[in-house]
């Protein structure tokens, strides 16, 4: 039998889904992140790694941090720039791949991820990893918010009742991205300290039973910084 090949979510999918609206698009910031914030943990500029239609990245850039996201999505970066223009903030969205990180040729304070690293198959994880070390500076830290072994599955056939937009999502297309904390400490080994891994909670519309009110489903919280 041919060894099967982990295929990565491809571009066209999320492209197709940003035409609607994605289920994990709240809409606002994710209240992890406003946390963080809170408690001072996001320092100085930072860079959102996919960051979908810009909640987080201009949240921050709200709170006075000098802003920048990329997505490999160009529709989600345009959701992304409207916003900022609309909401009279200056964040700089782009259109890139994490893969290719290393090409922005700068590095950065913070990085944040809402559920990016998630979504990448296993052989692409650790090429992020390096293009993360070329963007983060020395001390810097990302911070990951993952789906974990704990989050429930959503169930499809419900969720493109609720979510016609939803409908061009294929079962093949969803592959379950369970991350352990295994996983996080054996991707981050080399060059990284893990601060801390804790629970914590995602805000979406997998769950949900309406896009009136995101369900909370749980998660990984991760504080790594580079040595
Ligand atoms: N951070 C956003 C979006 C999360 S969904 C939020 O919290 O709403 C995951 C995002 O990662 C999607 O926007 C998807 O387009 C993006 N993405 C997935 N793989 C990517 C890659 N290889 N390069 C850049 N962006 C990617």
Redesign the pocket.
């Given at each position: 039998m041919p060894e099967q090949k982990e295929e990565n979510?491809t571009?066209d999918f999320?492209e197709s889904v940003y035409h609607g609206e994605?289920p994990?698009?709240?809409g606002r910031p994710?209240k992890e992140y406003i946390q963080l914030e809170q408690a001072g943990e996001i320092v100085g500029s930072v860079l959102?790694?996919?960051?979908?239609?810009g909640?987080?990245a201009l949240y921050l850039a709200e709170q006075g941090h000098e802003v920048w996201g990329?997505?490999?999505?160009p529709t989600?970066i345009q959701k992304a720039q409207e916003k900022a223009a609309q909401r009279h903030l200056t964040a700089t969205f782009l259109v890139?791949?994490?893969?290719e990180l290393h090409t922005l040729g700068r590095t950065f304070d913070t990085v944040i991820d809402?559920?990016?690293f998630h979504?990448?198959s296993n052989e692409?994880r650790p090429r992020f990893v390096d293009n993360l070390a070329a963007v983060v500076r020395r001390g810097g830290t990302y911070f990951m918010l993952c789906v974990s072994e704990l989050t429930p599955i959503p169930d499809f056939s419900k969720l493109k009742e609720r979510m016609p937009d939803f409908s061009k999502l294929k079962p093949e297309d969803y592959r379950r991205p369970q991350v352990t904390q295994a996983e996080i400490r054996n991707s981050f080994h080399d060059g990284w300290r893990i601060n801390y891994i804790r629970q914590a909670t995602l805000e979406s519309y997998w769950c949900a039973l309406s896009r009136m009110e995101p369900s909370e489903t749980p998660g990984w919280l991760s504080s790594i910084s580079k040595e």
């Open positions: 979510i571009v999320f994605p994990w698009d709240i994710q959102d790694v996919g960051c979908g239609t909640e987080n990329i997505d490999f999505a989600a890139l791949n994490v893969l809402s559920g990016l979504t990448l692409d």
